[in-house]
């Protein structure tokens, strides 16, 4: 039995890894980490666990592969240069952190995203970087919703003060 070659297995498992962290996590954002020093990689990650995300360095070949097997062949044209590959927990929360770390690091470059199974530019993650957070959307609907039973229950309390006051008005005047 013939030994499997050490770089062929590390490849093997590292294809294995990212597979299960798509499967976990399918809003992603691609980027091109080119120019960085580790230390500013290790706070881009630091500053995602906060939103349930994480950055990964991924090597190019094992991208390809990974994305071929998912059936992704519309990502293969962002696979160049340094890929770093960005699993969102919270979509909204990570693109706020892409964009604000793309901005202080001009060599730090967003190519594209998948998001709910859809190829998203550029321009769409910068949209939602300016979204308010998940629990503040969260609670600005449920504050619609909220609204308009808050008017009823305001509309009926009236009747019903409009009725008490009414019946006071009768009995006041039989007692006279």
């Known amino acids: 039995m013939q030994e499997e070659k050490f ?3 590390t ?18 954002i691609v980027t091109n980490y080119k120019g960085l020093r580790s230390a500013e990689i290790e706070k881009l990650r630091k500053d995602l666990q906060s939103s349930a995300s994480g950055y990964f360095v991924v090597k190019n070949s094992i991208a390809k592969r990974a994305f071929d097997r998912m059936k992704m062949d519309e990502m293969a044209q962002f696979v160049k240069g ?4 960005g699993f969102a927990g919270d979509i909204i929360a990570a693109s706020k952190t892409f ?3 793309a901005k202080s690091h001009d060599s730090f470059k967003l190519n594209c995203a998948m998001i709910d199974g859809k190829l998203e530019g550029l321009d769409r993650i910068k949209q939602l970087a300016m979204l308010p957070s998940r629990d503040i959307l969260l609670g600005m609907a449920l504050n619609r919703m909220k609204s308009p039973v808050t008017g009823f229950v305001g509309v ?4 019903l003060r409009n009725l008490v006051w009414a019946i006071s ?8």
């Not at 009926?156 to 009747?159: D, I, N, P, Q």
Request: aromatic residues 12%.
């Open 7 to 9: 770089g062929i297995a």
């Open 11 to 28: 490849k093997t498992y590292m294809l294995k890894e990212l597979l299960e962290k798509f499967e976990f996590s399918p809003n992603f």
């Open 82 to 85: 340094e890929l770093g590959i």
């Open 99 to 101: 964009v604000d770390f």
């Open 156 to 159: 009926l309390s009236g009747l």
């Open 169 to 176: 008005e009768i009995k006041n005047k039989r007692d006279k």
